[in-house]
């Protein structure tokens, strides 16, 4: 069983920045794929990005390219999401999600999840 836990998330101006967290709570955090999603009320959840193992490689939703990044830091056990440029569009319930699968964008495929954190971006 993977614990996940997030953080950072919050209320922030259009053009503003955050940083979001996500704990792992596995010692073999290296094997799986991390992924980030995000659920806007009334909407399905969304793929948002994904980062390889070793964090070589990342993946992102066309929404966020540019403005999103990925990272990991394998011996802390942590996955990061940074938010830049951020829109209206991108509130929601973030979450992060790990799988023992490659990189994908299908939630289906990510067997642990968080609790999620709210992001909300005013106009």
């Known amino acids: 069983q993977v614990q996940l836990v997030e953080s950072g998330g919050g209320l922030v101006q259009a053009g503003g920045s955050l940083r979001l967290s996500c704990a792992a709570s596995t010692r073999t955090f290296v094997n799986y794929v991390m992924g980030w999603f995000r659920q806007a009320p009334g909407k399905e959840r969304e793929f948002v990005g994904c980062i390889s193992w070793r964090g070589g490689n990342t993946f992102y939703a066309d929404s966020v390219k540019g403005r999103f990044s990925m990272s990991r830091d394998n011996v802390k056990r942590t996955v990061s999401l940074q938010m830049n440029s951020l829109k209206p569009e991108d509130t929601a319930v973030y979450y992060c999600?790990?799988?023992?699968?490659?990189?994908?964008?299908?939630?289906?495929?990510?067997?642990?999840w968080g609790q999620g954190t709210q992001v909300t971006v005013s106009s």
């Open positions: 999600a790990a799988t023992r699968d490659s990189m994908t964008t299908i939630k289906t495929a990510y067997d642990y």
